[in-house]
């Protein structure tokens, strides 16, 4: 059982860089096969249909996004240092060496836009999830005196999602090598205007 | 000849449609064919290989841009009022009823990001004319004495970029009906800290 599930996570784990670089939707279990030196009927008995593989590596890649960026962040002290960490952890991740497209978080946000459907569902909720733990990191802010007492939290959530979406462009397709330097600068900008 | 040039046009424009909805990727001249109800060796003939077929898309779609983006805003007065109309127009193009999934541009870099090559190429080249010709509508409003003597423009254009990227996701992909609200409150913050 242990093997099945390992087994399952190295077929993921492919898939997740894979997605990076091709999205979703031209990810076929033949492709997959290939990439994995196993069988298509073999990855077939794991995930039965391309849909169920395509929700499995948006869930896989959810699992892998929490433990790279929240849970570390989250050691750090509440307020800006944790928004701080957070926002280190997210470049990080874009520029993992398992993703070598980037956030595949963003590139489906943009493949999966005219696409209704339970993909688009669940990409929509899970991005919902991630703009409400950066505003619950604002609020905390807050509490920690450290932000304003009239900020829009969901205001500065949108704020900082943008400059981690110009980051992904000026990164990967311009690949400028000012891009960490323009997304911190940003990023500093943000944080002056909505301190106490 | 001009009968011509009008079916071309006919058709580019349906292609633009298409690839802001599916990305150039999935653009096909039989699906082209379809939408217009034209015969595919008719499509042939107007483009001779698809990706030539993507790259007059490509620049259709920036001749169109720059017809309702920047063409307008330059009849605005230099500075921050053609600054705000930019935006404004940026804005209204990504909603137009000819671009069903928004701006093609944005959906194009995510898809282009891991295909190196020609139509990469062309993108990067505009995405960077872009950024300059919003770097450089900072650099007026700094002669116009609206702008800090010591901004740094390419920044400025940086984060103008980020709040239209954050406004596309918002819009597009989660459907917020705060999406424009939050692009206007972000772009005012902006425009309030590079205020001479």
């Known amino acids: 059982m242990a093997e099945k599930n390992n087994t399952k996570q190295m077929i993921l784990d ?12 031209a990810l076929s279990i033949g492709k997959l096969a290939t990439a994995t030196c196993m069988s298509k009927s073999g990855l ?3 995930f039965n249909s391309k849909q169920n593989l395509q929700i499995e590596v948006l869930k896989s890649a959810e699992a892998k996004f929490v433990e790279t960026v929240v ?6 002290p509440r307020g800006v240092a944790r928004i701080r960490a957070i926002f280190e952890n997210w470049l990080s991740w ?11 978080f963003v590139s489906l946000s ?49 704020e900082l999602f943008s400059i981690f979406l ?16 323009r997304a911190r600068t940003a990023l500093d900008r943000l944080l002056d205007s909505v301190a106490l």
Chains 1, 2 share one sequence.
Not at 14 to 25: E, H
Not at 94 to 104: A, D, K, Y
Not at 166 to 181: C, F, I, S, V, W
Request: glycine letters at 6%; a positive charge; aromatic letters at 10%.
């Open 71 to 76: 849970r570390p962040a989250l050691a750090k």
């Open 166 to 181: 110009a980051y992904q462009h000026a990164k990967h397709l311009l690949q400028d090598p000012m891009a960490e330097t």
């Open 44 to 46: 077939f008995a794991h």
């Open 94 to 104: 874009t520029n993992s060496v398992i993703l070598p497209g980037g956030c595949p």
């Open 110 to 158: 943009m493949e999966l836009t005219s696409q209704p459907g339970r993909l688009q569902n669940y990409l929509i909720s899970s991005q919902t999830q991630w703009l409400n733990f950066l505003t619950g990191a604002a609020q905390i802010a807050i509490m920690e005196k450290q932000f304003r007492y009239d900020l829009d939290t969901k205001q500065f959530a949108y």
């Open 14 to 25: 492919a898939a997740i860089s894979m997605t990076s670089k091709i999205g979703l939707s």
